[in-house]
């Protein structure tokens, strides 16, 4: 099917109107890229700023345990159960290993 010369002169006339639309569409997902990295900026930096709030209930390394009271008392009920869990982790160690020290090199 051939174009026709009507046909052409309707695409030349809709010619700026089809840019224009075109541009316009670029645009906006331009802006809508600029937009979503200025939302991303804005959070990082405010994430940056912020100040948060450490946990406390949590049990780690950083606490101390200084034996006096407490649940690790060595008398009653609680007591005489972390005697007998010390006496189930008892690990068994191979007697050779760790005897002899190789310095031929």
Do not use: C, W, Y
Request: glycine share 10%; hydrophobic share 30%.
């Amino acid at each position: 099917m051939a174009i026709q010369p009507i046909d052409l002169q309707v695409l030349f006339s809709r010619l700026n109107e089809i840019g224009r639309d075109q541009s316009t569409h670029r645009e906006a997902q331009i802006q809508a890229q600029l937009v979503a990295a200025s939302e991303i900026a804005d959070q990082s930096e405010e994430f940056d700023h912020r100040v948060t709030q450490s946990r406390t209930d949590e049990e780690g390394p950083e606490q101390v345990n200084d034996g006096s009271g407490g649940e690790k008392g060595g008398t009653g009920e609680h007591g005489a159960r972390d005697d007998d869990e010390r006496a189930e982790e008892q690990v068994f160690r191979d007697p050779d290993l760790g005897q002899n020290i190789d310095i031929s090199g």
